[in-house]
């Protein structure tokens, strides 16, 4: 039995935001974003978690921003966590703050956003073990009571990292047979058979990271692409069977296109490089596949990562003055632009723009 539960009342709470805020003074508005947090105060779990969004994502300042956000997360859900490492959640819950704690839990001084962020005392106390078992908890927690696509990516990256160390799967074993295993999801119709072994762990982490993809969650399809990327490498290497190989490649293509088209950087970098250079990156290295080359293409999707600019655009602005340099020729005013876009999202880029 799953410990974090959910009562249902978040639905009211979410009627009455919807109601009161949103229908009234939209959604990014200051008027709003005041309301939201007097709505937070008075106890709205939905509220607190839009508060914590907001201060997660700087969009109101705080000194320490992502431990106060976790505070309101953990009000959100219910939670409390104990003098001795307890955690109780009380039911009075807003279950989408399931899955942003276990993101913390996964994600802290280890990736992302709370790669580098300052301490949070209650995660620091954990072990990496305890934090992925209870991240594996809150997800399927969150998942039971509504379909979320983030969280069902996050079941799978728990799974992939303990199907990859075999201590981390002895220990997390026990809460995978009590979370995921033998287990029907209807929410997201996904059928969970068992897991005794690394290998049906990661069968069944590819089982989440597609259900994700299929819900359109960018860092799915990314992670989708990352696997078919290695593939390539290894199946080229090995000179392996030419129609798989194309295959993988235009699985590669279709899951960069999902997060790409949904204006996810990353995603639409990799894919404008691929179609420049034919280049496909992987953690086991790169490849150049040239049958593929579209430089119409290239150029759409190094400026669809411009779009909702964060630092992987950074490189993305790069490539569009190293590959389209006719373009800046004549226009000095929109590469000297584009260049302080790159030196304000990744400094590292511009010292090597300076270069070009």
Not at 347 to 356: K, N, S
């Amino acid at each position: 039995m799953n410990r974090f539960t959910c009562d249902g009342s978040y639905e009211a709470d979410l009627k009455e935001y919807t109601e009161e805020i949103l229908e009234k003074s939209g959604v990014s508005s200051q008027t709003a974003e005041r309301e939201i947090m007097c709505m937070a105060d008075e106890g709205n779990t939905v509220a607190a978690k839009l508060y914590a969004d907001l201060v997660f994502y700087k969009k109101i300042l705080r000194r320490n921003p992502y431990r106060e956000a976790f505070s309101l997360y953990l009000r959100s859900a219910d939670i409390t966590v104990d003098e001795n490492g307890a955690w109780t959640c009380g039911g009075v819950s807003y279950p989408l703050s399931f899955w942003t704690i276990g993101y913390y839990l996964v994600n802290y001084r280890r990736e992302s956003f709370l790669q580098k962020c300052e301490a949070i005392g209650i995660i620091d106390a954990m072990t990496l073990t305890q934090r992925l078992a209870t991240a594996l908890e809150l997800a399927t927690a969150c998942i039971t009571f509504i379909n979320v696509s983030g969280a069902i990516n996050l079941v799978g990256r728990i799974l992939r990292e303990a199907a990859k160390d075999e201590e981390i799967f002895k220990a997390l074993l026990p809460v995978i047979r009590e979370t995921v295993a033998d287990r029907d999801f209807p929410e997201i119709s996904l059928k969970v058979t068992s897991c005794d072994t690394p290998a049906q762990c990661s069968a069944i982490a590819e089982l989440f990271f597609a259900t994700s993809a299929q819900e359109g969650y960018v860092y799915a399809c990314n992670n989708l692409a990352a696997r078919e990327a290695n593939r390539i490498i290894r199946m080229s290497r090995e000179g392996r069977d030419n129609e798989f190989l194309k295959e993988c490649i235009m699985k590669y293509i279709h899951y960069l296109k999902i997060s790409a088209d949904k204006y996810e950087p990353y995603a639409a970098n990799r894919l404008g490089l691929f179609y420049m250079t034919g280049e496909i990156k992987g953690s086991e290295g790169k490849i150049i596949v040239k049958d593929y080359i579209d430089t119409a293409m290239a150029k759409d999707y190094f400026t669809k990562a411009t779009v909702y600019p964060d630092a992987n655009s950074a490189w993305s602005f790069f490539n569009l003055i190293k590959y389209f340099h006719k373009d800046y020729d004549n226009n000095i005013e929109l590469l000297n632009e584009h260049m302080d876009y790159i030196k304000e999202l990744n400094p590292a880029v511009y010292d090597i723009a300076m270069e070009l």
